[in-house]
């Protein structure tokens, strides 16, 4: 598959992309600064924050990094990847690496889940164990981050040259 990122290297990734692969990019991005953000509200937590301030943001912005995350996964493995296999069958292998990538991190997304459901539930109980429940959520953000970021990297560099060299059907 190296193929198509020495064809269209990141480099080049700056201008003149296809809608769809510009669309895409947006999207790991976007999925790359929420990642950033709950890390960054985690960080300000055990700095000295309040218990209160990191469950009243954090647990909306998981929950639409869970959803988003999701649908992005079911789009891909359902729609984009089989279209992609019969455009370039080379990549057959490289669409199933993601796809299985899809599985670990979908494992990490329902850590993800529980653990943001744990510490709501203890939260909103004034449970003693409360702190302890944000630090498990927090230690399972910090575990899923770069499997998350390493599979937006895999996945950008076979699809991005794909969709530059052969384009997608509407």
Same mark, same amino acid.
């Given at each position: ?25 947006? +999207? ?6 929420? /990642?950033?953000? +709950? $890390?960054?509200?985690?960080? $300000?937590?055990?700095?000295?924050? @309040?218990?209160?301030?990191? &469950? ?11 959803? &988003? ?13 089989? +279209? +992609?296999?019969?455009? !370039? ?6 669409? *199933?690496?993601?796809?299985? *990538? ?11 889940? /529980? ?18 429940? $944000? @630090? ?19 996945? !950008? ?14």
């Amino acid at each position: 598959m190296l193929y198509l990122r020495d064809a269209h290297p990141r480099d080049r990734w700056t201008t003149g992309l296809d809608e769809t692969a510009a669309f895409w990019l947006q +999207m790991h991005g976007g999925f790359r600064q929420h /990642q950033t953000h +709950m $890390a960054g509200l985690v960080d $300000a937590w055990r700095g000295g924050g @309040e218990l209160s301030a990191l &469950h009243r943001q954090l647990v909306p912005a998981l929950q639409a990094f869970l959803q &988003h995350l999701d649908g992005h996964h079911r789009i891909e493995s359902g729609q984009y990847f089989p +279209m +992609m296999r019969r455009i !370039e069958p080379r990549i057959g292998h490289g669409l *199933d690496l993601l796809d299985r *990538d899809h599985d670990v991190i979908h494992a990490e997304l329902e850590a993800l889940f /529980q653990g943001g459901l744990d510490f709501h539930r203890a939260v909103q109980s004034n449970a003693v164990d409360a702190a302890d429940r $944000a @630090e498990r959520l927090s230690d399972v953000l910090a575990r899923a981050q770069p499997l998350l970021l390493r599979h937006l990297e895999d996945e !950008e560099d076979i699809v991005i040259p794909l969709i530059q060299l052969r384009g997608l059907p509407h």
